[in-house]
């Protein structure tokens, strides 16, 4: 394997998606296939795996001590990125995305690739509908928002019933893990789990796949590497949407 | 190349199914990616290592992948006794917990937690990055044997893990073999760092941490050789393993058995690659070859 230093980047735009959502433009493509992420290195905080919303950024929720220190950052500042890593979305035919709150940003790539056909769309409330824009403009859009500010009142895992999941060759899924197992749950239940592509988040300190610490269960599937996406056959009876595990290694639900 | 014959073998006390173990702290967070490992064709697993109490680690970056090797300051990431959950569905296979502590009674409570639920104990005196713990206790032989005397107290096999940043890794060893151990296990990654030079600071978020993989190969040869001269237990060798013949090769400096870690990067099932190149029905035993280097 080649060296994978991280790449100097220097952040040349940012910009407000939402209220608690930016996307932090770089100067630098990385080539990667839709759905793949890179650690991100926050000089003197941590590093972070984070999902790449095009070539050049990625789009990030302040959730954490290195999301923090990111949205304190300026246009000019300097960042490292290694990657990109794991497997991405791989694709053929029609395909319908679901996708929820920051868990957008991984699909966006099939939106802007011309991959996408169908998609749908969940926030808490009408002002953190992520990219709703630009996904208008390459897709058929549906909208869900939990309190009703737009689309329909409701969870996202509820517009699935408006629309025929014959029709699509896979169904491409980001989101909370919470929405994600409820999706799956529905895709169980019409016979066609193995149709869906389920992008997870797990802990993570090396992304390549060695140190273990994004290990699943039963298999032993490395998220960095074996995934982060998986299909939903796969994770039928896994740990998916019960619990993972934090830095130490304990598990949490989810 | 010389091949050997198939089988299990048992090394320092501890039944293995053939002489490829995974090396510790990879891919030996959680029960179910031990047992993909041993599914894959590894003849035993070394767990990551597990302290006295829950630990996160280091803050990132923790790993970075340069020419030749890893240089890793994961700092000992690790979920204390509730890791015992985690062996529940790997009874009666070959695992080897590896274990630290700062004190030789911190190896005895974390040995105690795990005497009797796994196949045997590797203790981590080794580590080159985490303060108080690993190397830290590791270069001072009379530290290695009151440490190797604790966690020995209760009678399961246990190996020590030496570190290779010592002037002389052949004291360290007879310092182990003094205090109980079964087998040295030989070695722990070279103390290592990388700059940034468009950032100008340290990469890793520990600043320094260890070199495994291709790049230290040699020097494992080198410390396998000296403590099979020093030592009168079997020695395992480990340290940028990653075909065949280099199995073979730290058997003739006096491996008993050896651990494949960094390999793992380029090939998940790097332990059926190599274990069909090494194994064979003509092949020799393992004890024609292993120190036929010293003569």
């Known amino acids: 394997m080649h060296e994978q230093m991280p790449a100097p980047v220097a952040i040349t735009e940012i910009v407000e998606e939402t209220p608690s959502i930016r996307t932090f433009v770089f100067d630098r493509e990385i080539a990667a296939r839709p759905g793949q992420f890179v650690m991100v ?14 070539p050049s950024s990625i789009t990030v929720q302040k959730v954490g001590d290195a999301t923090a220190a990111l949205f304190a950052m300026h246009e000019g500042d300097l960042i490292g990125v290694r990657g990109p890593y794991g497997n991405g979305f791989t694709v053929s035919g029609r395909t319908l995305a679901i996708g929820g709150g920051v868990g957008v940003s991984p699909l966006l790539p099939l939106v802007t690739t011309g991959q996408a056909d169908t998609f749908l769309l969940g926030a808490r409330t009408a002002s953190e509908l992520l990219f709703a824009d630009r996904i208008r403009e390459a897709a058929t859009l549906m909208v869900a928002t939990d309190d009703g500010t737009a689309g329909h009142h409701g969870f996202v895992t ?97 | 190349m010389v091949t050997l014959y198939p089988g299990p073998v048992e090394v320092g006390g501890i039944r293995l199914r053939n002489h490829l173990l995974l090396a510790a702290g990879i891919l030996g967070t959680t029960g179910a990616s031990l047992a993909r490992i041993l599914a894959s064709g590894a003849g035993g697993v070394v ?67 795990f005497a009797g639920r796994a196949s045997g104990l590797e203790l981590n005196l080794s580590c080159p990055h985490a303060e108080g713990y690993g190397a830290a206790i590791g270069s001072d032989p009379a530290l290695v044997e009151e440490c190797t005397r604790a966690a020995a ?25 003094r205090g109980g151990a079964t087998a040295v296990v030989a070695v722990n990654t070279v103390k290592a760092m990388r700059i940034s030079t468009a950032l100008r600071r340290p990469v890793l ?18 410390c396998v050789y000296d403590l099979y001269e020093a030592c009168s237990i079997p020695v395992i060798g480990c340290g940028g393993i990653s075909t065949a013949d280099n199995v073979v090769e730290l058997m003739m400096a006096g491996a008993s058995a050896v651990e494949i870690g960094s390999a793992v990067i380029d090939d998940i099932d790097v332990f059926s690659a190599i274990a069909k190149d090494l194994y064979g029905p003509d092949g020799v035993d393992a004890q024609e070859i292993v120190g036929c280097a010293h003569a």
């Open chain 2, 47 to 113: 767990t990551k290592s597990i302290g006295p109490s829950p630990k996160e680690g280091h803050p990132g970056p923790c790993l970075i992948v340069v020419d030749g090797g890893i240089i890793n300051a994961m700092g000992l990431p690790n979920p204390s006794a509730a890791f015992t959950e985690e062996l529940a569905a790997l009874q009666g296979e070959p695992v080897v917990v590896s274990i630290f502590g700062g004190t030789p009674e911190e190896f005895r409570t974390v040995a105690g937690w």
């Open chain 2, 153 to 177: 107290s209760y009678g399961v096999p246990t190996w020590v893990k030496l570190t290779p940043n010592v002037a002389n890794i052949g004291e360290i060893g007879a310092a182990a073999e």
């Open chain 2, 205 to 222: 978020g520990n600043r320094f941490g260890g070199l495994s993989g291709k790049a230290i190969f040699p020097v494992a040869v080198r």
């Open chain 1, 158 to 254: 509820q517009l699935i019933s408006r629309v025929d999941l014959a029709d699509f060759a896979q169904i491409c899924v980001c989101g909370p893990e919470v929405m994600m197992a409820a999706v799956l749950a529905i895709l169980d239940r019409e016979g066609c789990a193995e149709r869906g592509r389920f992008s997870l988040h797990r802990y993570m300190k090396c992304g390549v796949g060695v140190c273990g610490s994004c290990c699943t269960d039963p298999h032993g599937l490395r998220v960095c590497r074996d995934g982060p996406v998986f299909s939903g056959d796969i994770l039928l009876g896994s740990e998916f949407g019960r619990y993972a595990r934090d830095a130490t290694g304990s598990r949490h639900r989810v």
């Open chain 1, 41 to 54: 290195w926050v000089p003197g905080v941590d590093e972070v795996p984070m999902a790449l919303s095009s």
